[in-house]
């Protein structure tokens, strides 16, 4: 039985020495170059004496910045990855809660980490990759370390604006990746193109099932999707048959055209996760590409990736919403109410999750990982801990879970509860709208729609009296060239509620 994602590079590396893994526009490494460098890496810090500890690993998106990560499991320690994407102060409060003793930097990075308030040492790649390899060691290491010990820490936006590190462990992440592989179909054929960063769990779809069967991924430039015909032509150069995307991306291609333009030709293979795929954008994509196969992925960072799966094969009506679907091998789903209780068939519970994948909890936040990573309630005979999502869902006639809402998306105005996806949902629907967000300004007591495309606020307000009921409909529209994303290309709600509240200001004092 396999017990360490090392041996996912292993047997891949004896397959396929020469066959590259990982490029990027400036870099290509094959697999074999790629296990020279981690193994140097885990040298190095095997010599550091450095075991069971987390290693910041802050370096420009790249194969190396992969390499590193890979080299820090063979010293039998865990990576934590930042980037210069991050804001200054996210970074500051991931230092402080992680508190460890190294940092990996590249040429690009280190000017920046020495500014950081690290009290730990600064090591340079380029230092670490020359370290001759001391196999002997690395298999010594090998030995002591379980299929419970961590692999990685990703860190979430917490509520209160302090992020939240996510402990991945070799089990889970072994489990996620052989359950999601065998649904896709993956094998040594599958080329990735790379959207997400790599500082976010949902980039280890492409990353570990490159490892797995050999496959290749491509880094796909950021700047790429803001030209979606450009982007697009990538694909096609780089013979791209495989994504694993946000939905914001694949919308960005869609909701403009591209497909009148260039179309991919050689992708076999789309899934999309984070936020809801819109019913109008996802046919343009089925229509225009009907021999692709379409998958509709769900799973919080909490539970190491993905946990649901719903292979997409078909056009959606306008009313409808694309299922998360069933879950995986080895995963069970709840729906509970408030007194934890599973809800009756049809009716919308809590979606909490039991299985392998659920991660050790939030690093250094033993309160917070207690209010959420909790004892099963069907269970009261022994340990058995499930987690709890905060996202509300259903099981349609089919047994297929359709998502409803975040527990904290559902507000009270006006004496209604009112889901605010309701109102995205037929927003979407309008023709002449490319795309929209609706977040609820608490201060103001207002409901705010954000929305691109060219119809005209007024329009569109005419056009929302007519399909929503009187109370859901928006105190205010901002037509926007388009939607604020956070880092993780999912709708920035807290961006939207600020940039709502500075007009509100402006607009005051203009009075």
Not at 112 to 134: P, Q, R
Not at 178 to 193: I, K, R, W
Not at 212 to 240: D, H, R, S, W
Not at 285 to 311: A, I, M, Q, R
Request: one cysteine or more; aromatic letters at 12%.
């Amino acid at each position: 039985m396999q017990t360490n994602i090392l041996e996912y590079l292993e047997k891949t590396v004896k397959r396929f020495p020469e066959k590259t893994a990982f490029a990027d526009s400036d870099v290509a490494l094959s697999f074999q170059e790629f296990t020279d460098r981690a193994k140097s890496i885990g040298t190095y810090f095997a010599q550091k004496k450095c075991f069971r500890a987390p290693v910041i690993v802050y370096m420009k998106k790249s194969p190396e910045f992969l390499a590193a990560f890979f080299g820090v499991v063979y010293s039998g320690c865990f990576y934590i990855p930042i980037d210069d994407e991050m804001p200054r102060r996210r970074i500051e409060l991931i230092l402080e809660n992680a508190k460890a003793e190294y940092m990996i930097c590249d040429a690009g990075t280190r000017e920046a980490a020495e500014k950081f308030d690290f009290s730990g040492s600064i090591v340079l790649y380029d230092d670490c990759v020359t370290t001759a390899i001391e196999e002997t060691r690395l298999e010594e290491i090998r030995e002591k370390v379980l299929d419970i010990d961590p692999v990685c820490v990703f860190y979430t936006s917490g509520s209160t604006g302090v992020p939240k590190g996510v402990v991945g462990c070799h089990r889970g992440i072994i489990d996620y990746i052989d359950q999601l592989s065998e649904v896709l179909g993956f094998d040594e054929t599958n080329v990735f193109a790379n959207q997400t960063p790599l500082y976010w769990d949902a980039s280890m779809k492409e990353i570990y099932a490159t490892l797995k069967y050999g496959a290749t991924t491509y880094l796909v430039p950021k700047e790429l999707f803001m030209f979606p015909v450009q982007l697009v032509e990538y694909l096609n150069e780089n013979k791209i048959n495989t994504v694993c995307w946000v939905v914001s991306a694949l919308t960005m291609i869609s909701a403009f055209g591209t497909f009148d333009t260039i179309k991919p030709q050689y992708l076999k293979t789309v899934t999309f996760c984070g936020e809801v795929f819109p019913v109008k954008q996802f046919n343009i994509w089925k229509k225009e590409l009907p021999e692709v196969d379409f998958f509709n992925l769900y799973g919080p960072t909490e539970t190491t990736g993905v946990s649901t799966y719903y292979h997409a094969d078909r056009l959606f009506e306008e009313n409808e919403s694309i299922p998360i679907g069933k879950a995986f091998k080895n995963t069970e789903i709840f729906l509970l109410d408030k007194e934890g209780k599973e809800v009756p068939d049809g009716e919308t519970g809590e979606i909490c999750i039991r299985g392998s994948g659920v991660t050790l909890g939030y690093y250094g936040a033993m309160e917070k990982t207690e209010e959420v990573f909790v004892q099963n309630p069907q269970n009261p005979f022994y340990f058995d801990r499930i987690y709890r999502t905060g996202d509300m869902a259903f099981r349609d006639s089919e047994g297929n879970l359709v998502f409803a809402s975040r527990k904290d998306h559902q507000i009270k105005h006006m004496g209604h509860r009112i889901e605010l996806g309701e109102i995205e949902a037929d927003v979407d629907c309008v023709e002449g709208v490319r795309g929209c967000c609706c977040v609820y300004v608490k201060e103001k007591e207002k409901i705010v729609l954000f929305y691109v495309g060219e119809m005209e606020k007024k329009e569109l307000t005419t056009e929302l009296k007519e399909r929503l009921p009187r109370y859901m409909l928006p105190n205010a529209i901002m037509k926007v060239e388009q939607i604020p994303l956070t880092l993780n290309g999912k709708r920035d709600r807290i961006k939207m509620q600020q940039m709502y509240l500075e007009q509100a200001s402006r607009g005051k004092r203009r009075k």
